[in-house]
């Protein structure tokens, strides 16, 4: 008889005895492996998860217990049995609910979050507000899976540990990051569990916390008298759990980097075998470099597969490749110390996960004018969740002084701004990176400062920043088929600083100037544009996506909705023109 069947909630766990929860915790494996094969999704974190989350929801009393997962790509379990078991069972409702944790699908949720290192923090303001209330009820951290090495985890553990009253650190311990785990700490982690936690070296002991260590964190009947034995407790408390990443996926347990997450099923990795992309084009670049100059390198922060660096070019690189763990704000400090000193970085980083180095971007890289490169990946509108949309980085980067951003259109002049930004030493130097190779046989300008007019019109002018500029040359095709108007295109290339001589060049034979950026307009390229041309006769309209949280939405839905296709960009032009009669 099946056990899942009958749970539709916490309260119906507990109705199980100690001895069904092993049978129903190889039901949920197998129905996550299932779902997940199906649809895509974070494959090893969850399936090392299972018996912890079940533990936890046999113990404690949620919602008035408080769980707190940590980056949440480790809370499948948890939403299965808190009212979303549809959501892993029905195929009708596979995608109705997020990867992540979110207060909006349910009670059992309080965050919602999908960056790593945080659940310390946002627990011990949970507890903190507690207290304040004179209420009761435990409020549990869920880390791991890499989250140690982030330094907010560092912050939230320290400040947790002064609480004096409860708060629960549950450690999940699963020997991995995305990639390896790298640092130091991890080697008292080692320690700590070769000794079954008895070393006398104990990092969560030297902040102040009681500790508990489970040898089996995959074995419910390990798991269930600790978490009893901490059930209200009024000290700080941290609980390590040794998992297995993958359990019960052959293919996962033996390659925990690539089992982390999984591609849904249709989707043919070896039909983009061989394919030209810009994570190979930048690989076998920066390894030229590498052989001829021992000073280049190469950064990641435990997003190395996500780039493009293969455990191959890991190889080959050797000690000129550096995976900083989960740690970003240490990734751009890093990177400038060894521009600093005479060293050619390059730090390959996703658009949402540098929003986390916000401040180092500013005060340790483009104060101090460093030049390490930092190349920018995964950026634009796309249908991910809202907490990995990488639509920020324009307007975030592009008003910092000191930086130079650019934006490629085309694979020749990634390659030269690449091959320039490594080079040079004057300046800290962003590349936002294209999602599709796209060649040109048009000359690369090499100076980057300059905007390339790549045909030449009057009356309009469409400046389409680096992935949108075939929009603009699409665009522009069109308006000269409905109007007879031939457009001028330029490709802008930068969107740090304006080029004011095109600029002040198109006043003289053109009313009307489109502007195309793959991110939020708000504080972005396009908005530059027209504050410039703000006190002239010129109209700008620029296109781009709103500012907003955009969750799971098809790209061609977004577009639709932002005027970002030929026809509605058109449309509006036509509209200005005659609002120019």
Not at 412 to 426: C, G, N, R
Request: aromatic letters at 8%; proline letters at 5%; charged letters at 20%.
């Amino acid at each position: 008889m099946s056990c899942l069947n009958s749970i539709n909630s916490p309260e119906d766990l507990k109705k199980l005895s100690p001895e069904q929860l092993p049978a129903l915790a190889g039901e949920i494996r197998q129905t996550l492996i299932d779902r997940i094969t199906i649809t895509g999704g974070h494959m090893g974190s969850n399936l090392g998860m299972v018996e912890a989350t079940i533990a936890l929801h046999y113990v404690f009393d949620s919602p008035k217990d408080k769980f707190v997962f940590d980056v949440s790509h480790q809370c499948y379990t948890h939403k299965l049995l808190t009212g979303r078991k549809d959501g892993f069972v029905d195929p009708a409702h596979f995608y109705d609910y997020s990867g992540y944790t979110n207060p909006q699908e349910s009670e059992h949720d309080h965050f919602l979050v999908g960056h790593t290192a945080t659940s310390v923090s946002l627990a011990t303001g949970l507890a903190k507000a507690r207290d304040l209330k004179g209420e009761t009820g435990n409020v549990i951290a869920i880390i791991g899976d890499g989250s140690m090495s982030g330094g907010e985890a560092f912050e939230g553990l320290n400040n947790a540990a002064m609480l004096n009253s409860n708060i629960i650190i549950l450690f999940n311990d699963n020997e991995m990051s995305i990639s390896p785990n790298q640092g130091g700490m991890y080697q008292n982690f080692a320690r700590l569990r070769r000794s079954k936690g008895m070393a006398e070296c104990n990092f969560f002991k030297s902040f102040g916390f009681d500790y508990f260590y489970v040898e089996d964190g995959n074995d419910v009947e390990q798991l269930l008298p600790v978490l009893r034995q901490i059930k209200d407790t009024p000290r700080p408390t941290v609980v390590h759990i040794h998992t297995q990443k993958g359990k019960g996926l052959a293919w996962a347990e033996a390659d925990r980097e690539a089992g982390h997450y999984a591609m849904p099923s249709g989707f043919d990795v070896s039909a983009f075998a061989g394919m030209e992309s810009y994570d190979s084009i930048t690989t076998e670049l920066l390894l030229r470099k590498m052989e001829k100059d021992p000073t280049v390198i190469t950064i990641t922060p435990a997003t190395a597969t996500i780039t493009g660096l293969t455990a191959e070019f890991r190889q080959k690189a050797g000690n000129q490749f550096v995976d900083v763990g989960i740690a970003e704000e240490h990734a751009v400090a890093f990177a400038s110390g060894l521009a600093k000193n005479g060293a050619k970085p390059v730090l390959m980083i996703t658009s949402s996960f540098l929003q986390r180095a916000y401040d180092q971007v500013i005060q340790d890289l483009a104060l101090n004018g460093n030049p390490a490169t930092i190349l920018v990946y995964v950026n634009g509108l796309s249908p991910a969740d809202a907490t990995h949309c990488g639509v920020f980085d324009i307007p975030m980067l592009g008003n910092i002084p000191g930086l130079v951003c650019l934006a490629p259109a085309f694979k020749e002049e990634y390659i030269s701004m690449l091959d320039w930004a490594v080079e040079q030493t004057e300046t800290p130097v962003i590349i936002r990176v294209p999602s599709a190779v796209i060649s040109s046989s048009t000359p690369v300008l090499t100076d980057f400062t300059k905007y390339q007019t790549v045909q030449q019109g009057g009356g309009i002018a469409i400046l389409g920043l680096g992935s949108f500029f075939p929009l603009a040359q699409e665009t522009g095709k069109l308006l000269e088929e409905k109007t007879r108007i031939q457009p001028t295109i330029i490709n802008p290339r930068i969107f740090s600083a304006l080029d004011k001589e095109t600029l002040e060049q198109l006043k003289a034979s053109h009313s009307i100037v489109i502007t195309l950026e793959d991110g939020v307009r708000s504080g972005g390229f396009g908005e530059k544009i027209a504050a410039f041309y703000g006190a002239s006769n010129m109209k700008v309209l620029s296109f781009g996506g709103d500012k907003e949280f955009s969750d799971r939405v098809p790209l061609e839905t977004q577009y639709q909705k932002y005027h970002l296709t030929p026809l509605q960009i058109v449309s509006a032009i036509e509209c200005c023109m005659k609002g120019s009669e």
